[in-house]
């Protein structure tokens, strides 16, 4: 069976790319998806007012609703790397297991990031979910997710279906939570974010083609 991986690059908006469909038969798909403007996703069992929507329209962000769970995460042009993985039920990768799904990922992530000499790890546990993780994606630790010295980088959400998983993935290179803490009700603009947001995460610090391109040569065979 051909387990190569089909590679596609897109610009768009994220509420498009929240609603693409699983390709039929599913086949392995890495999908690097950049955003042409600002946007705010909330998870698929979030409230519509988890986030201020006048807020949002006044800072020129979209708020959009992506079909897995997990909670909110802002998308700006050239501060993190999306990038969506497709397995089919098939895949020797997949796994019934819902909280060990995603453990692969996490693992592709991590051999990515030692590419650039940065020693990552990813939670095989429970959910964490701290302060502030019901709101706010990159405050709460989820199994496949990967942190650097204790912080996380990158965050995971699967959408699955019975012949089908997409794994939604956010790598960060930057991590400033003020605008995305104000949108979810923590504080105001002009209020100093929260340590247990501040330093929830932690940005990668490095160019987006250089972690997409890692990214890709880390696919396993």
């Keep these: 069976m051909d387990r190569r991986w089909t590679i596609e690059r897109i610009r768009g ?25 600002p946007a705010v996703v909330l998870g698929s069992a979030q409230p519509a007012d988890a986030v201020d ?22 998308l700006e042009p050239g501060r993190l790397v999306w990038a969506d993985l497709v397995i089919g039920r098939d895949d020797p990768l997949w796994h019934d297991d819902v909280g060990r799904a ?12 030692r590419q650039f000499g940065i020693a990552a790890t990813v939670h ?6 701290g302060e ?3 709101r706010v994606c990159f405050a709460g630790l989820g199994p496949g997710e990967v942190q ?6 990158v965050g995971v959400s699967q959408r699955r279906t019975r012949d089908a998983a997409r794994f939604q993935t956010a790598a960060l290179l930057q991590w400033e939570p003020g605008v995305l803490a104000a949108l979810c009700g923590i504080g105001r603009l ?13 940005g990668l610090g490095l160019a987006a ?11 396993p065979a």
């Design 102 to 113: 995603a453990w692969w990922v996490g693992e592709l992530w991590a051999t990515a990031l």
């Design 190 to 202: 002009c209020d100093p974010v929260p340590p247990a947001l501040a330093d929830a995460a932690v």
């Design 132 to 134: 502030y993780g019901d």
């Design 124 to 129: 095989r546990g429970p959910l964490q979910r």
């Design 148 to 153: 650097v010295a204790g912080r996380k980088v």
């Design 13 to 37: 908006d994220a509420g498009t790319f929240h609603q693409r469909d699983l390709p039929a038969p599913p086949v392995r798909s890495l999908w690097l998806l950049e955003v042409d403007r």
């Design 209 to 219: 083609d250089e972690v997409a391109a890692a990214m890709v040569s880390a696919l």
């Design 53 to 74: 929507q006048v807020l949002a329209a006044a800072q020129g962000i979209d708020v959009v609703r992506r079909r897995s769970g997990g909670a909110a995460v802002l």
